[in-house]
């Protein structure tokens, strides 16, 4: 199953815009992740926000968490064709053993840059 | 520094056959973690290896197993194959099991199952 549900799903944007994308989740999380993949090939990761945080930044890329309202949003600023990509969200969470569950993704935002 | 790497790239099977799918985790990591991702879809948890011993297990059969060998690298095995394991299998590692997910993940480029 999937704990995040980004939206929108799909974005297009012109060059030099910026993008917003969302994500909400639905048990406690220790942190959220974002990641982009390009062409259904392997993930980089972006940034990671811990649950006691509330806003992270890393170059071009602002995130923000609101736990209380188990939500995050990813803002690409001044975007650029090399930014069309899917983005994701993944939540970790504790297990019930003291330790940590895999990651759990959303289903992505398809994010495109129109030059 | 080679990062994660994966074996075969692509991969044709027809239904009922077994398949296993390599992976080689970035230098300094001791823990691998295994993913589906069909089309359109996010990527879902299969399970993540430790000290060559499987520590975490997402919501997949038991059709689905693994192996974690001295040198850290992976396999992922999967009998019986169905029409619905067709799907991209991404392989991460990471370090600090059995805390490993509360750290950056670093993904392979994967590997593309096609079951006909």
């Known amino acids: 199953s999937q704990q995040g549900e980004e939206d929108p799903q799909a974005l297009s944007i012109q060059e030099g815009e910026n993008a917003t994308m969302n994500c909400s989740y639905k048990?406690?999380?220790?942190?959220l992740q974002w990641y982009r993949q390009n062409s259904g090939r392997g993930l980089v990761h972006l940034i990671l926000i811990r649950s006691n945080e509330r806003e992270k930044h890393s170059g071009r890329l602002r995130v923000t968490l609101d736990t209380s309202k188990k939500s995050s949003s990813l803002l690409i600023t001044a975007s650029r064709a090399a930014d069309t990509a899917s983005y994701f969200c993944?939540?970790?969470?504790?297990?019930?053993?003291?330790?940590?569950?895999?990651?759990?993704f959303g289903k992505g935002t398809h994010l495109i840059i129109q030059p | 520094d080679a990062g994660v790497t994966q074996s075969p790239t692509h991969l044709i099977k027809t239904r009922g056959q077994q398949v296993t799918l390599r992976c080689s985790p970035k230098?300094?990591?001791?823990?691998v973690s295994w993913y589906q991702q069909a089309l359109g879809q996010g990527p879902q948890f299969i399970f993540q290896?430790?000290?060559?011993?499987?520590?975490q297990r997402g919501n997949f059969p038991d059709r689905f197993s693994g192996h974690q060998f001295p040198n850290y690298s992976s396999e992922l095995n999967v009998n019986a194959l169905l029409l619905g394991d067709s799907a991209l299998y991404l392989c991460a590692s990471s370090w600090g099991s059995p805390l490993s997910s509360y750290n950056e993940q670093f993904f392979g480029p994967g590997t593309r199952l096609t079951v006909l």
């Open positions: 048990t406690s999380i220790n942190n």
């Open positions: 230098s300094g990591h001791d823990t």
């Open positions: 290896y430790y000290e060559e011993e499987e520590r």
């Open positions: 993944a939540t970790a969470s504790p297990d019930s053993g003291g330790g940590a569950d895999g990651l759990t």
